[in-house]
């Protein structure tokens, strides 16, 4: 079991210092309790997003976000196939290890809430920052998300 890391899609050179700046921007690997396919990947806004892979002899395979009964940071946000035409190192998809199916069901989170801090929004609106709430939610942070997820989809079998 492999990790993929991609490095330097997007450019931070604007959001100031943090925890961002010697992050990646999208990671991928198999869970090793559940041998589920998850990514990592920084949104627009700077915030993490996170996501498991399901299979199509997966009760939750094709099925809407609201239709899986799951406890993650801000819930459920995404359910879709892989993102097609769009570059691997930021796509929502994989690159499959060996007897792992390609064909899988991304279910994802992320943390860009109202209190999760969002660099590029706090670098262009510095106020938002300000909220004494707001905290980033690091690239550990969302590994233990997803680790989470992947356990309770496989539970769900």
């Given at each position: 079991m492999s990790e993929r890391v991609y490095d330097n899609v997007i450019d931070k050179s604007t959001w100031g210092s943090g925890p961002w700046?010697?992050?990646?921007?999208?990671v991928q690997w198999t869970d090793p309790e559940t041998e589920l396919p998850c990514l990592a990947i920084r949104g627009p806004a700077g915030s993490w997003c996170g996501y498991v892979g399901v299979s199509n002899n997966h009760p939750a395979f094709e099925k809407d976000y609201d239709d899986v009964d799951?406890?993650?940071h801000g819930g459920l946000?995404?359910?879709d196939h892989c993102q097609t035409g769009q570059p691997e190192n930021h796509a929502i998809c994989h690159v499959?290890?060996?007897g792992q199916p390609d064909n899988v069901w991304w279910l994802g989170f992320d943390c860009a809430h109202v209190f999760d801090l969002m660099p590029a929004f706090t670098?262009?609106?510095p106020t938002i920052g300000e909220l004494p709430q707001a905290k980033y939610r690091t690239l550990d942070y969302v590994r233990k998300e997803v680790a989470s997820l992947a356990h309770q989809l496989a539970m769900l079998k």
């Open positions: 700046q010697s992050e990646p921007d999208k799951v406890g993650v946000t995404y359910a499959p290890e060996p670098a262009m609106l």
